[in-house]
């Protein structure tokens, strides 16, 4: 098993540009989430998933859409980059949605924008 | 917003030495408070949980106290070793979970 996987590992954007960042896992796991780590702000919610078509948002939902067409892949889409969201992005799949769920992290995107 | 509220920011300890990181947390409809372990360069992953109908749980050198009336859980390293350095996060929640700001510990050889 690969567990969570996320690519790229590190991205630099313009403002204003868009990108898709990838995240997939094979743990048939129903719940999947998108965090971003800032120094001294720990882990924010920014959208989650409890299956296939079925998202809602976090946290820190503005300026990120996501979707979810199938188990395995849960892609965060930035449509017009901006340097507040220059941060670390972390994928994370449960087997269900509530708390007791260990969540399995992905490596890591280190998303620049300038 | 539902917080949990984590302390310290950084923490220095000794080879050996007792490493000590407090949380408290507001929402009283939480019903598991698990502990996250992150490396420079990964992602978190779980080191060890706790539901709020126990006081203590010990996993080897890692134990969580939890003081339920006091909305209050602290992580405990025993005999800590320069391979725990890494940033701890506590969290609580009942569905999704909500994160502590994080902890960054360097365990001196």
């Known amino acids: 098993n690969a567990g969570v996987t996320q690519t790229p590992k590190f991205q630099v954007l313009k403002t204003g540009q868009s990108m898709t960042l990838q995240c997939a896992q094979d743990m048939n796991h129903e719940y999947m989430s998108w965090y971003r780590q800032d120094p001294g702000m720990g882990l924010r919610l920014i959208h989650y998933s409890v299956g296939a078509g079925i998202t809602d948002q976090g946290e820190v939902p503005n300026g990120y859409n996501v979707s979810r067409s199938t188990t395995e892949d849960f892609p965060l889409r930035l449509l017009s980059a901006a340097p507040s969201q220059t941060s670390v992005y972390f994928c994370?799949?449960?087997?269900?949605?509530?708390?007791?769920?260990?969540?399995?992290f992905g490596p890591g995107t280190r998303l620049t924008v300038l | 917003q539902q917080q949990v509220k984590q302390s310290p920011q950084s923490l220095i300890v000794q080879k050996g030495g007792i490493s000590i990181i407090n949380c408290a947390y507001e929402?009283?409809?939480?019903?598991?408070f698990p502990w996250y372990q992150q490396f420079p360069g990964k992602g978190p992953a779980l080191l060890i949980a706790i539901r709020p109908d126990v006081s203590e749980k010990k996993e080897g050198r890692f134990t969580i106290s939890f003081n339920k009336s006091a909305k209050q859980f602290s992580l405990h390293i025993m005999d800590s070793q320069p391979g725990d350095s890494a940033t701890y996060f506590c969290a609580g929640g009942y569905s999704t979970l909500t994160f502590g700001k994080g902890t960054m510990l360097l365990v001196s050889p």
């Open positions: 929402n009283t409809a939480f019903d598991y």
């Open positions: 994370a799949s449960s087997y269900g949605l509530k708390a007791y769920n260990e969540q399995f």
